[in-house]
């Protein structure tokens, strides 16, 4: 049937061939158009507390079966940040893990949170408040304390790694004490430095062209610097590259200087840690939210079925109107 501007009513296909992506940076729904993909699941990343949060779980998969109907898609959010100073218990500044990113096809995809960091100073070194959460990626040790565990629960693919140990004693104002980094996709957080009381840096995500072209995912986040004295402010571990959030550097005895960053969005990337200085402590970086990536193969894609007389001709004589 001819319209008035020259169109015709064809059939609900676009002859397009390129590969279709559809990208989910929040929860929803996914209608498949085809029966397998390339697919990209990132999970939350977790909080600093005075160590860096790690780095959501990361998984890549290639190819992945996709069912005749629609699938649920849930993106996980980042940790939420603390402020370690100041609780009323122990337990209220312990750092947040994320939440899990999950595909819900007839064979789930779930990419595990991120564990959150480090925290807390006592005379106890094996005070649980010291050691990194596990996650995806594990979270910063604090002195006194080790990384979380990566890849937990395990998968294959690894989705993370460890998370770095903090150094030194706690519970004391002696020097050389630091705080270490949390774990990203492709590299362990890194251990607190021996020599001075700086933050370690985040462990490295992995990159994946899947979106077309090269982004980096789930980077850990850096350990925060720490000042007992009045020596000059120590600085904070760099974030992982993949979106993980450097961590606080510290200045003596002063509040909300050294204020942990978050882990970018739709990254999964760790948050930083809280500087720590004296009787203050700021707020520790947010984990950085998750995200879904889906690459279906080239083929012919449902559309609107009105087409211009042009591209009629044009489709019918390249023999793609179907």
């Known amino acids: 049937m001819a319209l008035s501007n020259g169109g015709i009513i064809g059939v609900d296909n676009d002859p397009t061939t390129a590969v279709k992506i559809t990208s989910f940076t929040s929860s929803g729904t996914f209608n498949p158009a085809d029966s397998q993909c390339n697919l990209l699941v990132v999970a939350g990343g977790g909080s600093g507390a005075y160590a860096g949060g790690g780095a959501g779980g990361y998984r890549a ?44 096809s007839a064979t789930p995809i779930t990419s595990t949170a991120g564990g959150g960091g480090g925290a807390g100073y006592s005379n106890t070194p094996t005070n649980p408040l010291h050691v990194g959460k596990a996650g995806g990626s594990g979270g910063g040790g604090t002195p006194g304390g080790v990384g979380g565990a990566g890849n937990t629960p395990p998968t294959s693919p690894s989705q993370g790694n460890n998370g770095g140990n903090g150094f030194g004693y706690p519970g004391t104002f002696a020097t050389n004490r630091g705080t270490a980094g949390g774990g990203g996709a492709g590299a362990v957080g890194a251990n607190s430095p021996t020599d001075n009381d700086a933050g370690a840096a985040g462990g490295a995500g992995t990159a994946n062209t899947i979106s077309g072209s090269s982004v980096t995912y789930a980077g850990g986040g850096g350990g925060s610097g720490q000042n007992e004295g009045p020596g000059a402010p120590k600085a904070g571990g760099a974030g992982g590259s993949g979106g993980g959030g450097a961590g606080g550097n510290a200045s003596t005895h002063t509040p909300n200087s050294g204020v942990g960053v978050a882990g970018s969005a739709n990254t999964g990337g760790g948050g930083g840690g809280a500087s720590f200085s004296g009787p203050a402590a700021a707020a520790s970086g947010a984990g950085g939210s998750g995200i879904v990536i889906v690459s279906e193969p080239a083929g012919i894609w449902t559309a609107s079925g009105v087409w211009n007389m042009y591209d009629q001709y044009t489709y019918r004589t390249d023999g793609t109107w179907l």
């Open 61 to 104: 998969i290639n190819p992945h079966p996709l069912p005749g109907a629609a699938v649920t898609v849930t993106v996980g959010a980042g940790g939420a940040s603390v402020n370690p100073m100041g609780q009323a218990t122990p337990s209220a500044y312990l750092a947040n893990n994320g939440n899990n990113t999950v595909f819900a």
